[in-house]
């Protein structure tokens, strides 16, 4: 069984920085996709950024030039750095993986349960 696990979320002040992290544990035979969604109270779930096997990356608009997504494909884990931090930013965030879990099963999509980001003063 895939559990994704996330880790790094917290409160900040404006201005300041936080680096998530989301390692994948369990049956994990190969991964495509990686990425961060968030949701703040009262909206839908969004794309944060997305990086794919190689490394090409695709961010929303609201957080480029201030969220860099990376991966250790080793570790099985996604990173996201975030600097610049904004109230706005203020949501829950989850990781999504797009992986096969054993070679026999079929690709499909696994999130994690999500950490909290706090940004306020």
């Known amino acids: 069984q895939v559990q994704l696990v996330e880790s790094g979320g917290g409160l900040v002040q404006p201005g300041g920085s936080l680096r998530l992290s989301c390692a994948a544990s369990?049956?994990?035979?190969?991964?495509?996709?990686m990425g961060w969604y968030r949701q703040s109270v009262g909206k839908e779930r969004e794309l944060v950024a997305t990086?794919?096997?190689?490394?090409?990356?695709n961010y929303a608009d609201s957080v480029k030039d201030r969220f860099a997504i990376s991966r250790d494909n080793a570790k099985n884990t996604v990173y996201l750095q975030m600097n610049s931090l904004k109230p706005d930013d203020t949501a829950v965030y989850y990781c999504k993986m797009v992986m096969v879990p054993t070679q026999t099963a079929p690709l499909n999509h696994y999130w994690g349960r999500g950490t909290q980001v706090t940004v306020s003063s």
């Open positions: 369990g049956s994990v035979f190969a991964i495509n996709d």
């Open positions: 990086i794919t096997r190689r490394g090409a990356t």
